[in-house]
Structures are given as C-alpha cells and as structure tokens.
C-alpha cells in the first residue's frame, strides 16, 4: 500500500482546511486509517482514526469537535477535514494505514506511512 497525502498549506486561525490521502494498492477497504501530525519540535503524535467500514471513528481529545475523518472507500481515499484551525495545529500531517488493529492510536501499530503534508496555522 502506498499512501499520498495532499491538502496542506497555509491558513489564519479559526480558519480550515482539508486533508486527503489517496491509496494505492489492493484492499483499501480493509484498512483502518488514520492521522498522525509532528509539530516543530515535538514528538510525532496521534491525531484521528477511522475503522475500515467507516462506521468508527476516534480523536485525539485535542480536536474533538473541531476535525472530521472520513474515507470513501470507492476511491481509496481518506480525508481529514479541519476547522477552526489553531496556531497549535500547525505540523506536518501523516497518513497511515493499519492491517491489524482497531482505531490503534499506537505509531508502531501502523503498517504503512504516507510522505506527509504541511499544515501551517498562523494567529
């Protein structure tokens, strides 16, 4: 599985963006998928996960209520989508991909890494 993620840039607080992350190889739709992001400075950390189906998600208690995972799996694509965007958001954000566990918040858990996309939140 190769992973692709997009959608990063610039952006003011309060502000949103969205995140993608397009799959290649077989069987996307048994992947749990998720986000990770790495702030300047800082360790990598988990950020949202989402179960194969769709049907379950989780969140990093940071951006609860304010970031969306969801996947379509016809198109072998996770999103992330992210409002009300904080200066404390700012990272590089990872797709991840995980043949094995269920909604792990766990970086080892995670079989495949996308590139990374950079999300910079200015105040």
């Known amino acids: 599985v190769q992973l692709q993620a997009s959608g990063g840039g610039l952006v003011q607080a309060g502000g949103s963006l969205k995140l993608s992350c397009a799959a290649s190889g077989r069987s996307f739709g048994t992947y749990g998928m998720g986000w990770f992001r790495q702030a300047p400075g800082k360790e990598r950390a988990f950020v949202a996960a989402i179960s194969w189906s769709g049907g379950s998600t989780y969140y990093t208690d940071s951006v609860k209520g304010r970031f969306t995972i969801s996947r379509d799996n016809g198109k072998n694509t996770v999103y992330l989508q992210m409002n009300g965007l904080k200066p404390e958001d700012t990272g590089v954000y990872y797709c991840?991909?995980?043949?094995?566990?269920?909604?792990?918040?766990?970086?080892?858990?995670?079989?495949?890494w996308g590139q990374g996309t950079l999300v910079t939140v200015s105040s």
């Open positions: 991840v991909a995980d043949w094995s566990h269920y909604l792990t918040t766990t970086q080892g858990d995670y079989d495949y």
